[in-house]
């Protein structure tokens, strides 16, 4: 059975408008959310918000909320705020560039779990696919939020214009949606977004990825980010790993067993090549 995921529902300083605002999350059909923290140059750092207690809701429990933290960009940012142990005391670290350099910075540099954006407004530099392409190739997600696309039809054509970058000449690939919704009334069913992925450019065998597989796959490099330190890497047993992260490590043996399989039929294949030019040499 598919999973759907919304990794950006902002975090309230009403906790009545986030509970409010999670319950129809679970009731529209989502099983896991993230709650986001955005922190701008100069802002003090939060701890990761607490889960919201949904004890007292018919299946509440169920409702796998995560934490997220979004560090905005800017030529004045120092990168070494990245590796803080507050930092990564949170579940996805994502960063939102607001210039050329602060992109490519992104795309190349940072170890990081995923880039969106600020589509309030007309971004102020292009989406280069060769930077768009590095981040791919580095395991790393992009994402487009289409609450603001409700609240205003301005942020629409911008929004379309950014997912237009993103989906040009791959039809999506690792592109999540989520909702960044401030309110209940922004929230859509994750069927009604895999339909809207199609609007913003998004391959029609690739739409419910968006809400489900894409998000699963960013979770997994997340946590990879957060046990591997400095290069070393931290070993657990199973029964040492929480129950509600143990599907991690095993989507990525299984993952690590199919990646292994094609190794072994490459370097097979790559053997059979050098006997026969051998051969003919000897010819």
């Not at 940072?110 to 969106?116: E, M, R, V």
């Not at 597989?213 to 046990?227: F, H």
């Not at 890497?233 to 790993?241: E, L, P, Q, R």
Request: aromatic share 6%.
């Amino acid at each position: 059975m598919v999973k759907f995921y919304d990794l950006n529902i902002p975090r309230s300083n009403d906790a009545v408008a986030q509970k409010h605002t999670l319950k129809l999350a679970q009731r529209l059909g989502y099983e896991v959310v993230a709650i986001s923290e955005t922190l701008k140059y100069g802002d003090e750092m939060k701890p990761a918000a607490p889960p919201c207690d949904l004890s007292s809701e018919p299946s509440g429990e169920k409702l796998q909320q995560l934490s997220r933290i979004t560090i905005v960009l800017t030529d004045s940012t120092r990168t070494d705020i990245l590796r803080r142990s507050d930092v990564k005391s949170y579940d996805i670290l994502a960063v939102q560039p607001t210039s050329e350099k602060t992109f490519h910075m992104a795309c190349h540099d940072l170890n990081i779990d995923l880039i969106t954006f600020d589509l309030s407004d007309r971004l102020e530099f292009h989406l280069k696919y060769s930077n768009v392409q590095n981040a791919w190739k580095a395991g790393k997600f992009f994402e487009i939020c289409y609450a603001p696309a409700i609240r205003d039809a301005t942020r629409r054509k911008h929004i379309f214009k950014a997912a237009a970058g993103l989906t040009d000449r791959k039809g999506g690939r690792n592109l999540i949606i989520s909702s960044g919704a401030l309110r209940p009334t922004e929230l859509r069913g994750p069927y009604d977004v895999a339909n809207l992925a199609t609007l913003f450019g998004v391959d029609e065998n690739s739409t419910k990825h968006c809400v489900s597989s894409y998000c699963r796959a960013l979770l997994l490099k997340a946590a990879t980010r957060k046990q591997t330190i400095k290069s070393s890497i931290s070993v657990n047993y199973m029964s040492d790993i929480k129950d509600e992260d143990k599907w991690k490590v095993r989507q990525s043996l299984k993952e690590s067993e199919r990646d292994g399989g094609k190794r072994e039929a490459e370097e097979k294949d790559e053997g059979e090549d050098r006997k026969g030019s051998k051969k003919l040499k000897a010819r």
